[in-house]
């Protein structure tokens, strides 16, 4: 009977020490669809980047400069409201988002790690890279 006391102490204590991690929780799954939600918004406005400028940001220095003013929308009152702090810092570890590119004139990649608790990388790229206008013969 002590044996089985014993026993059931144990295995409760092994489910509690492996439940409070809160691994693939409800929490966990939404953080990364708010990291995956950001990327989607992420893409659509790098590619209005390159409409207006003909290409993608030069470099991960200029990428927050060059992409924060397409985060600010604007109220009713047409106050603007800066969407990067709740889109990229507030959703990102350390608010910080990666993003390389070899030719800013084709193509470009972006990661970041989501906040749950495996730190899950998310990314975004073009879906096709961009084709440069002029053709090299």
Not at 31 to 42: D, F, P, Y
Request: proline letters at 4%; charged letters at 30%; one cysteine or more.
């Amino acid at each position: 009977m002590k044996k089985l006391i014993i026993l059931l102490m144990i295995i409760s204590v092994m489910l509690i020490t492996g439940c409070t991690k809160n691994k693939g929780s409800f929490m966990d799954f939404a953080s990364v669809k708010n990291a995956e939600r950001t990327m989607v918004k992420l893409t659509n406005l790098m590619e209005q980047y390159y409409v207006e400028n003909g290409a993608y940001p030069l470099s991960n220095e200029t990428f927050k400069e060059d992409m924060r003013p397409y985060f600010i929308s604007y109220n009713r009152d047409n106050e603007p409201i800066d969407q990067w702090i709740d889109m990229v810092e507030e959703v990102f570890v350390d608010g910080v988002l990666h993003y390389e590119t070899l030719d800013p004139k084709v193509t470009y990649f972006i990661t970041g790690r989501a906040k749950d608790s495996d730190n899950t990388i998310v990314f975004c790229r073009p879906a096709l890279p961009h084709e440069e206008s002029e053709k090299k013969e």
